[in-house]
């Protein structure tokens, strides 16, 4: 299984990115995918998650109504939208996979991780 992202930059505060998390390696149906993101000197922390076979989505409350996540399986690539940008988002942001039908908001719970993309948010 391979996880790539991309998408992440430099943005002015009040601005959007998309995230972007190919997916490859197998079909992920019964997979929850989710996003995390991790600032300088803090633990990894959860974003988002959807469930690729329901399309269910899950959020963090630090995120809920600026943060869209969504997935393609078409395409087989996940998508993290973020609006309203502040420079606290700054962070690497971290796709993953889970074989599980539950909403994991914990990293250990994940078998599957990208490589991570910067995201820094300037004010």
């Known amino acids: 299984v391979q996880l790539q992202a991309s998408g992440g930059g430099l943005v002015q505060a009040g601005g959007s990115l998309r995230l972007s998390c190919a997916a490859s390696?197998?079909?992920?149906?019964?997979?929850?995918m989710g996003w995390f993101r991790q600032a300088p000197g803090k633990e990894r922390e959860f974003v988002a998650a959807v469930s690729w076979s329901s399309g269910r989505q899950y959020y963090a409350d630090s995120v809920k109504g600026r943060v869209t996540i969504s997935r393609d399986s078409a395409k087989n690539t996940v998508y993290l939208q973020i609006d309203s940008l502040k420079p606290e988002d700054t962070a690497v942001y971290y796709c993953a996979a889970a074989w599980s039908t539950q909403p994991w908001v914990l990293p250990t719970k994940y078998d599957y991780w990208g490589q991570g993309t910067q995201v820094t948010v300037s004010s």
């Open positions: 390696g197998r079909t992920f149906n019964g997979y929850l």
